[in-house]
């Protein structure tokens, strides 16, 4: 059990830090390269793309907080 939690921690990792790294910041950063909207207002507006970001990174995240603590209990 703690071998499949161990190895979809690490795939968690993996996708979670790929989203981190798609978001805009005050460069363009990688998500200019793969076509990421650069209109978006300091306020989190934005397109729909940067929106389900969004989501998706606090969704990943919160699995990736879940697992660490279920893994800690094991």
């Known amino acids: 059990m703690a071998t499949v939690l161990g190895v979809i921690q690490v ?3 993996v996708v979670l ?3 981190v790294l798609l978001h805009s910041g005050k460069d363009a950063g990688l998500s200019g390269a793969f076509g990421i909207g650069q209109t978006g207002s ?3 507006g934005g397109s729909l793309v940067e929106r ?3 989501r ?3 969704f ?3 699995l990736f907080a879940l697992n660490t603590i279920v893994l800690l209990k094991i």
């Open 11 to 13: 795939i968690i990792s």
């Open 17 to 19: 830090i790929f989203l």
């Open 42 to 44: 300091s306020f989190g």
């Open 52 to 54: 389900n970001l969004d």
């Open 56 to 58: 998706w990174t606090v």
């Open 60 to 62: 990943f995240a919160i």
